[in-house]
């Protein structure tokens, strides 16, 4: 039995977009004594005399990229990151090799977007129009990244949030960073979903989408008749808008993890029309206001995976589909974790997903 007295889960389930990666679902380990990551300290206060990020102090950040809007008091600012993991120095060599050891330049772009000029506000607390901006921001930086240098292989655009989730600032603020490589989980997603399309000559993302809008079904014990598995139309379904869809992965590594996908297929975030803009801006607002309500406080990432750039990537345009992942750090990894590389989540996905759909948003918004 589960901390809530049903049945308790225990089994090991494939992503389908990576299958190599598994999660373990043990919702008995949540009733074990262990040490989560607390929810991080918010600091709420509208403008903090001494933060680089609040509006007066734009004088202690680095040089300013863009700001929205151009004119008057800006609401986002986008600059240079101070401590940048890649910089865009002049290549001294195209890359070392010295046995098996390979190494190639630290090239790209790090740079930082303010989302707000308030200091604390949540995410959920932005209005949809500024979020709407905010993802249009991205759009627009990610375009002119892309054709700044054809070195430049893949923008990932993130959002950490509390110190635990690697923020090291309390201002409201995403990151972009532009890399000459692909990063591998990106690699794996379109290699998979490249694969799954050669196959059944459909995206297994808008598969996912399907079935999880449109697929019921019940698993018996053959011998005991008993019900294994019931299986429910939008049993992993959190929020839904006209464009987009907020679901719950099946194999969710992260207890509260929610993807946030376009319902109509689009493997490039930079094909999104101000129109998806909007409904992302929508979607997105209600499900971070939905996770706020049952893990207030949790501190989380989200990140934007979309198609890379480059030769190699012109044929996924059928087959991949960008998406947006939120990944709360409810649990702290442990040594079976780091050592096995399976995940383990001590909630049920179907669980979770059932307890984010039941918030009154009235009440939340």
């Known amino acids: 039995m589960d901390e809530k007295g049903g049945k308790s889960v225990r089994e090991i389930r494939i992503n389908p977009i990576i299958p190599t990666e598994s999660v373990l679902i043990a919702t008995?380990?949540?009733?074990?004594?262990?040490h989560s990551e607390a929810p991080a300290p918010r600091d709420t206060r509208a403008h903090v005399e001494t933060c680089p990020f609040c509006r007066g102090n734009e004088d202690k950040t680095p040089p300013e990229i863009l700001r929205y809007p151009p004119e008057g008091e800006w609401e986002i600012r986008m600059v240079e990151?101070?401590?940048p993991v890649l910089g865009n120095d002049e290549r001294n060599q195209s890359g070392l090799v010295f046995g098996l050891q390979q190494a190639i330049d630290g090239y790209g772009r790090h740079e930082v977007i303010i989302d707000h000029h308030l200091h604390g506000i949540a995410v959920h607390e932005m209005s949809e129009e500024h979020l709407a901006a905010l993802f249009s921001i991205y759009k627009d930086r990610i375009g002119q990244l892309y054709a700044?240098?054809?070195?430049?292989k893949y923008v990932l655009v993130f959002k950490n949030f509390g110190p635990e989730a690697g923020a090291s600032m309390a201002h409201t603020h995403s990151q972009i960073i532009a890399l000459p490589v692909v990063p591998q989980n990106l690699q794996d997603e379109v290699n998979n979903s490249r694969a799954y399309y050669d196959k059944h000559h459909q995206c297994i993302f808008c598969t996912l989408i399907n079935e999880a809008l449109t697929f019921e079904t019940t698993i018996y014990d053959r011998e005991s008749g008993e019900i294994l598995r019931r299986i429910n139309v939008g049993q992993y379904v959190v929020e839904r808008g006209e464009k987009f869809i907020a679901i719950k992965p099946f194999a969710s590594r992260y207890e509260w993890e929610v993807h946030i996908l376009p319902l109509q297929h689009n493997s490039d975030f930079l094909d999104s029309s101000d129109a998806c803009l909007q409904d992302l801006a929508r979607v997105m607002k209600r499900t971070m206001a939905r996770l706020d309500a049952v893990i207030g406080g949790a501190q989380y990432n989200y990140f934007l995976h979309s198609r890379p750039r480059g030769k190699a990537y012109e044929d996924c345009e059928a087959s991949y589909h960008w998406h947006l992942e939120i990944c709360p750090r409810t649990s702290i990894p442990s040594g079976f974790e780091l050592g096995s590389g399976l995940f383990v989540n001590t909630?049920?996905?179907?669980?979770?997903?059932?307890?984010?759909?039941?918030v009154n948003l009235e009440e939340n918004i």
Request: charged share 35%; proline share 7%; no cysteine.
């Open 28 to 34: 008995a380990r949540s009733m074990r004594p262990r």
């Open 148 to 152: 700044s240098d054809d070195r430049l």
């Open 347 to 358: 909630i049920s996905p179907e669980e979770a997903a059932e307890q984010l759909r039941s």
């Open 81 to 83: 990151n101070l401590f």
